[in-house]
């Protein structure tokens, strides 16, 4: 493992104390992280505060003095932590990339808290032997959307690595431009990647690969032990269709809410099937299956409708690594074809529950005319990319207002085929929709289809203007997009705005992989 030197930060002699560390990754041992400290940064600031998360975690208020702001500035440490940058490898828009790992993460442990214990990591902190050459800091600009986003995702309901808190910092920082340093402390059971397993399956090293997914299966999966009944007990066969089947779950919850990441490398999947790493992510706005949110990405490898399909290319190169574990070919394969059965299962329900088909009013005889409806729905909306967001929303809205009505009238669905050019093709297909559902259903439905097609989402002109006013000193706008988010599916009066189609300028915001 080669590594540029670091330097060793000075920090304050009076450690905080406030958690309860446990640290069960360090058990592993040394071959798979690097003790080391933070890189302080210059004039620390808070630019947000999750207090929701702190609750719901049962950590003291403590945590988000001004003394503490130091600690996730990374000037500090707090008593019992234990600073570390873990390794791993993985394969990058589908080529291997050899050794990568905690480039500019730095890992403070593991705490107790109400929810099971949580890892916390510093994203920004400074330089660490994995940084390959780059300054292990991250901008303003992209701490922001990954802020914002962490605490969206888990509105939506969809699994999702969590955001304690956001640092900002004057120090500058080196991108396309000149920018300011910031740093996310960020939560979540682990933040395991598929890309720890393919580190010591390519250097061969079968007793560390085996270490890991014990101590993954023991601490973190131990759904696996039952799950082995399946696979004639081969507990690791059942860890990869534990990953696989949440993997599937959480890709068919990104398509349907037309959620793109932008960067599917195996070292951005969470082994917990979590949402992690926002990078050059976007929600759409018109819909297009085609589309492309990472100005990085020239061969659209990870396009919106090419998600699903390498979330399972992903699955395999997993599946390579603890081929030495399960040491079964066919099983191995076997396995692997459940993701294959599972997210087109999955992605229906999600789509049928847009539609509000739930419950009794989705049986399983009428899956397959269900997804033929979707289907027909998707079609007219990418041929005139209808913003994805809105058009569920209004569509929900209808339903419940059609239901009020003692017969459904063309003018009733008046919000929905404002929409789209072709009128007569969508009033067809709601004609359809309508004599699917029962129109003594359609309140039921309206109501469900409210607390499941979101009102808001961090489209990503909404966090261009949180950036840009951050960026001028003022925080608050990151408060307002963040306690419309962690409710997407509330009407939030006087903030109608925030859920209109996106300015034209929008269109013109590139967002890559430095994002």
């Not at 071959?31 to 890189?39: D, E, G, I, M, V």
């Not at 081929?323 to 087109?344: C, N, R, S, W």
């Not at 419950?359 to 079609?379: H, I, N």
């Amino acid at each position: 493992m080669s590594s540029a030197p670091l330097e060793t930060p000075t920090h304050p002699a009076s450690p905080l104390p406030v958690l309860d560390w446990t640290h069960r990754l360090t058990q592993l041992g040394p071959r798979f992280w690097t003790s080391l400290q933070p890189t302080p940064v210059a004039a620390p600031r808070w630019a947000a505060r999750n207090t929701d998360l702190l609750a719901a975690l049962g950590w003291p208020d403590a945590l988000f003095d001004d003394e503490h702001l130091q600690a996730f500035a990374g000037n500090a440490l707090m008593v019992g932590s234990h600073p570390l940058a873990t390794v791993y490898s993985g394969h990058q828009f589908g080529q291997w990339a050899g050794q990568l790992g905690d480039g500019r993460a730095i890992w403070l442990g593991e705490a107790a808290s109400a929810q099971g214990p949580q890892e916390i990591q510093l994203k920004g902190a400074g330089r660490t032997p994995y940084s390959r050459g780059g300054d292990g800091r991250a901008v303003l600009r992209s701490s922001i959307r990954e802020y914002l986003c962490s605490e969206a995702m888990h509105g939506l309901g969809i699994a999702t690595t969590r955001a304690l808190c956001l640092v900002a910092s004057p120090e500058p920082v080196r991108r396309e431009t000149l920018e300011t340093a910031a740093i996310v402390a960020r939560v979540a059971p682990s933040f395991l990647r598929f890309g720890h397993f393919e580190h010591f399956s390519s250097q061969g090293d079968t007793d560390k690969l085996r270490a890991l997914a014990d101590h993954t299966i023991a601490h973190h999966l131990p759904e696996c032990l039952e799950r082995a009944e399946r696979w004639q007990g081969n507990v690791y066969a059942a860890l990869l269709d534990e990953v696989q089947e949440r993997t599937a779950q959480l890709l068919a919850q990104w398509q349907a809410v037309g959620f793109c990441h932008g960067v599917m490398n195996t070292d951005n999947m969470s082994l917990l099937g979590l949402t992690i790493d926002y990078g050059p992510f976007q929600f759409m706005d018109a819909f297009d299956p085609g589309h492309i949110c990472n100005h990085s990405d020239h061969q659209g490898r990870y396009a919106y409708g090419r998600q699903p399909n390498v979330a399972y290319w992903n699955l395999y190169c997993l599946a390579q690594a603890l081929a030495p574990l399960i040491d079964d070919h066919d099983m191995t394969l076997q396995v692997l074809e459940g993701y294959k059965t599972l997210f087109p299962r999955f992605m229906g329900d999600a789509m049928r529950a847009k539609l509000g088909l739930t419950g009794d009013l989705a049986p399983e005889s009428e899956r397959e005319a269900d997804w033929t409806l979707v289907e027909d729905l998707m079609q007219l909306m990418a041929a005139e990319k209808v913003d994805f967001t809105l058009f569920w929303r209004q569509l929900s809205q209808a339903v419940v207002q059609q239901s009020k009505a003692t017969t459904l009238t063309d003018a009733g669905w008046s919000a929905v085929t404002d929409l789209v050019l072709d009128r007569p093709r969508l009033l067809a297909w709601l004609a359809r929709y309508t004599t699917r559902a029962g129109q003594p259903n359609l309140s039921a439905m309206g109501q469900h289809m409210l607390q499941t097609n979101p009102k808001f989402v961090l489209r990503n002109h909404l966090a261009e203007m949180a950036i840009r006013q951050a960026q001028a000193g003022d925080f608050s706008e990151i408060e307002t997009l963040h306690n419309l988010l962690k409710s997407p599916f509330d009407e939030h009066p006087g903030f109608e705005a925030y859920a209109d189609l996106p300015p034209d300028w929008a269109g013109q915001l590139e967002i890559s992989c430095s994002s």
